[in-house]
């Protein structure tokens, strides 16, 4: 019904109706306010003010704030592999280089975010459990997937694989390194395995009150990836209060800088490993990031680490 954006009255037509199902399919930019909204939301834009686009990249691409009403950065429409094309990649590589991480919005619905914690106590999915008190990493507790993984981390670790590759090897030829990673991560998985690195590092963390993870990165052999991704599968406010996400950045002959990362339910993070490159007045040097999480308050959060290189 939507296929066509320019110059077609259907759009309008939805609009003006608040229809439902057209939600996802466009969305309306208002060119007074700055804000891009769902073809549901409440608001009365005046038609003169409208354009239309097909995803949320174009609108925040053309300058577009969501609207805090319809919240159309938190529409869940399509398969996973549709979400993820829907990101605004170029945007994603712009905040990584400057930043060292870049929020990719939302991936997971409220569903999935369960489906996927609920995992954690049925312990089938997992190949390893590790106590972070014990080894001194924190307060709080992971589990390691086995492979098979479930469908929905699979994917996510594949398809998400795809679209940063193509960064990190950008990053490593900035860094003094000749040499792309592979495109497909059925291949680079195959790579960390001729390095002595097999078993699958995508895991579950759990926080409880009092818990929190110390300032790490994620290094397990000497095949490393270089970006990694991190999607909050509970709703702060509701599931837990505190527990920020927490990002330092140290760069030579400089004090670290630190991040916090606003992140809602089903939303997803890409950020550094370890080194990244940023431009020098002598070329591209080293930056170290590490991660980390601050002291829950109270309640559980349950996060999904995809971590793309394997483990020895």
């Given at each position: 019904m939507?296929?066509?954006?320019?110059?077609d009255?259907?759009?309008?037509?939805?609009?003006?109706?608040?229809?439902?199902?057209?939600?996802?399919?466009?969305?309306?930019?208002?060119?007074?306010?700055?804000?891009?909204?769902?073809?549901?939301?409440?608001?009365?834009?005046?038609?003169?003010?409208?354009?239309?686009?097909?995803?949320?990249?174009?609108?925040?691409?053309?300058?577009?704030?969501?609207?805090?009403?319809?919240?159309?950065?938190?529409?869940?429409?399509?398969?996973?592999?549709?979400?993820?094309?829907?990101?605004?990649?170029?945007?994603v590589?712009?905040?990584?280089?400057?930043?060292?991480?870049?929020?990719?919005?939302?991936?997971?619905?409220?569903?999935?975010?369960?489906?996927?914690?609920?995992?954690?106590?049925?312990?089938?999915?997992?190949?390893?459990?590790?106590?972070?008190?014990?080894?001194?990493?924190?307060?709080?507790?992971?589990?390691?997937?086995?492979?098979?993984?479930?469908?929905?981390?699979?994917?996510l670790?594949?398809?998400?694989?795809?679209?940063?590759?193509?960064?990190?090897s950008?990053?490593?030829?900035?860094?003094?390194?000749?040499?792309?990673?592979?495109?497909?991560?059925?291949?680079?998985?195959?790579?960390?395995?001729?390095?002595?690195?097999?078993?699958?590092?995508?895991?579950?963390?759990s926080?409880?009150?009092?818990?929190?993870?110390?300032?790490?990165?994620d290094?397990?052999?000497?095949?490393?990836f270089?970006?990694q991704?991190?999607?909050?599968?509970?709703?702060?406010?509701?599931?837990?209060d505190?527990?920020?996400?927490?990002?330092?950045?140290?760069?030579?002959?400089?004090?670290?800088?630190?991040?916090?990362?606003?992140?809602?339910?089903?939303?997803?993070?890409?950020?550094?490993?370890n080194?990244?490159p940023v431009?020098?007045?002598?070329?591209?040097?080293?930056?170290?990031?590490r991660?980390?999480?601050?002291?829950?308050?109270?309640?559980?959060?349950?996060?999904?680490?995809?971590?793309?290189?394997?483990?020895?």
């Amino acid at each position: 019904m939507f296929d066509e954006l320019d110059g077609d009255d259907r759009l309008w037509a939805a609009v003006v109706a608040r229809d439902p199902s057209a939600d996802g399919a466009f969305y309306c930019c208002v060119r007074t306010t700055k804000v891009y909204c769902r073809p549901s939301c409440a608001g009365r834009p005046l038609r003169k003010n409208l354009f239309f686009v097909r995803t949320r990249a174009e609108a925040e691409r053309s300058g577009m704030r969501a609207c805090k009403r319809c919240r159309p950065d938190r529409l869940i429409r399509g398969a996973l592999c549709e979400r993820i094309s829907a990101v605004d990649w170029p945007g994603v590589e712009a905040k990584l280089d400057d930043l060292g991480f870049a929020r990719l919005g939302r991936l997971l619905s409220d569903v999935e975010c369960e489906r996927l914690a609920a995992l954690y106590g049925a312990g089938g999915e997992f190949r390893s459990t590790v106590t972070m008190a014990r080894h001194g990493f924190g307060a709080g507790e992971y589990k390691y997937f086995a492979d098979p993984m479930p469908e929905l981390v699979e994917t996510l670790r594949t398809d998400l694989y795809a679209r940063v590759a193509p960064i990190a090897s950008v990053w490593r030829r900035r860094l003094g390194e000749d040499r792309p990673y592979p495109q497909a991560h059925a291949d680079y998985r195959a790579l960390c395995a001729s390095a002595g690195q097999n078993r699958p590092t995508p895991l579950l963390l759990s926080y409880g009150p009092g818990d929190y993870n110390r300032l790490h990165q994620d290094l397990y052999g000497s095949e490393t990836f270089p970006i990694q991704i991190a999607i909050l599968l509970s709703a702060p406010g509701k599931d837990f209060d505190g527990g920020e996400f927490i990002l330092t950045e140290q760069r030579p002959r400089m004090q670290a800088r630190a991040h916090v990362v606003p992140l809602e339910q089903g939303d997803a993070v890409a950020f550094a490993v370890n080194d990244r490159p940023v431009e020098g007045a002598k070329g591209p040097y080293r930056a170290k990031m590490r991660h980390g999480v601050a002291t829950l308050r109270s309640g559980r959060r349950m996060t999904l680490g995809v971590i793309f290189h394997d483990a020895p």
